[in-house]
């Protein structure tokens, strides 16, 4: 069974920076990658960043480039975000996802996700 949990969250003014951390149960040897999605009221779950667990490459959604940063600690089988700068239109339900391969398949998706940790940023 596959487990991720989020910690983090929580309200800050703008400018200022909040480091999420999400660990999973999974066995690392069977990541393929993970990242960090959000979602605000009204809205749908958007991609935020992602890593690839082996080799380490990153990737970011234009609207925090520059200003997040994702990483991971492959022992302790955890990966976080770095938010930096942060801006009111950062407020959402961020969600820790990873990707493994999809059984029976050649191919690897989001398959597992955490519970989601808010954050909220202020003016």
């Known amino acids: 069974q596959v487990q991720l949990v989020e910690s983090g969250g929580g309200l800050v003014q703008a400018g200022g920076s909040l480091r999420l951390s999400c660990t999973a149960s999974i066995r690392t040897v069977s990541t393929y990658a993970m990242g960090w999605f959000r979602q605000a009221p009204g809205n749908e779950r958007k991609f935020v960043a992602s890593?690839?667990?082996?080799?380490?490459?990153?990737y970011y959604a234009d609207s925090v480039k520059g200003r997040f940063t994702i990483s991971r600690d492959n022992a302790k089988s955890t990966v976080y975000l770095q938010m930096n700068s942060l801006k009111p239109e950062d407020t959402a339900v961020y969600y820790c996802?990873?990707?493994?391969?999809?059984?029976?398949?050649?191919?690897?998706?989001?398959?597992?996700w955490g519970q989601g940790t808010q954050v909220t940023v202020s003016s």
């Open positions: 890593i690839i667990w082996g080799g380490g490459t990153a």
């Open positions: 996802a990873s990707m493994t391969a999809v059984a029976g398949t050649g191919r690897h998706e989001w398959n597992y």
